[in-house]
């Protein structure tokens, strides 16, 4: 049988080390391959001390994408100290199984870290580009996909280029955030699942 890769994936911590620290503990209690991190790590860009440091002690790999909340420098400092890889705009291969994507949000004015459309876009097309033979495919976004049912709580809330993505892409698995009163909450395009995978964290297998 083929082992499937587990994951932990989570997002909009907004700084909260406690929380950090709860979630490597149930990184370790799952015994998870990968954590991934959609983004809004850290709370209008501060507060990023020891956010990442709990999954690498865990001896856990992690990978992220920003969220409005921070910037790309700050995602590239934790990267070097850590030792860690960002998916914004790039992508990273496990076996069969590749990881890629783009973090920020569009439409709306972030604290932080804002892009348009068109940016969202190229970003994710780049980083599809060198994995779209993948048998199995991982977009991580900060944003969820336009059109999907967290749209229904937050309307006109999603980015139209990241469901151009999943329309044109189909990846299996798209993780993303953002919008809190949608943690815990999947939808389905296609054969997309769509995770808003929450503060509280959710484990997944693929």
Same mark, same amino acid.
């Given at each position: 049988?083929?082992?499937?890769?587990?994951?932990?994936?989570?997002?909009?911590?907004?700084?909260?080390?406690?929380?950090?620290?709860?979630?490597?503990?149930?990184?370790?209690?799952?015994? =998870?391959?990968?954590?991934?991190?959609?983004?809004?790590?850290?709370?209008?860009?501060?507060?990023?001390?020891?956010? %990442?440091?709990?999954?690498?002690?865990?001896?856990?790999? =992690?990978?992220?994408?920003?969220?409005?909340?921070?910037?790309?420098?700050?995602?590239?400092?934790?990267?070097?100290?850590?030792? %860690?890889?960002?998916?914004?705009?790039?992508?990273?291969?496990?076996?069969?199984?590749?990881?890629?994507?783009?973090?920020?949000?569009?439409?709306? =004015?972030?604290? =932080?870290?804002?892009?348009?459309?068109?940016?969202?876009?190229?970003?994710?097309?780049?980083?599809?580009?060198?994995?779209?033979?993948?048998?199995?495919?991982?977009?991580?976004?900060?944003?969820?996909?336009?059109?999907?049912?967290?749209?229904r709580i %937050?309307?006109?809330?999603?980015?139209?280029?990241?469901?151009?993505?999943?329309?044109?892409?189909?990846?299996?698995?798209?993780?993303?955030?953002?919008?809190?009163?949608?943690?815990? %909450?999947?939808?389905r395009i296609?054969?997309?699942?769509?995770?808003n995978v929450?503060?509280?964290?959710?484990?997944?297998?693929?």
């Open positions: 049988m083929e082992k499937k890769l587990r994951i932990l994936a989570a997002g909009d911590l907004h700084g909260n080390i406690a929380q950090v620290e709860l979630l490597a503990k149930k990184a370790e209690e799952e015994n =998870v391959d990968l954590v991934i991190l959609t983004g809004d790590i850290t709370h209008f860009d501060r507060s990023s001390e020891n956010l %990442i440091g709990p999954f690498v002690k865990k001896g856990k790999k =992690v990978f992220l994408v920003p969220g409005n909340h921070e910037s790309l420098e700050t995602i590239s400092l934790l990267t070097e100290i850590y030792g %860690i890889k960002s998916l914004h705009g790039a992508y990273y291969i496990l076996g069969d199984i590749a990881l890629f994507g783009c973090g920020g949000i569009t439409q709306r =004015v972030g604290p =932080v870290l804002t892009l348009t459309e068109a940016e969202v876009e190229r970003l994710l097309e780049r980083s599809h580009e060198k994995i779209k033979g993948s048998k199995k495919k991982i977009m991580v976004t900060h944003e969820h996909p336009a059109g999907c049912i967290i749209d %937050i309307p006109n809330s999603g980015s139209k280029s990241i469901r151009k993505a999943v329309d044109r892409f189909q990846p299996d698995l798209v993780l993303c955030g953002h919008i809190h009163e949608a943690w815990g %909450i999947e939808d296609g054969k997309t699942r769509i995770v929450g503060r509280d964290g959710t484990i997944l297998e693929i």
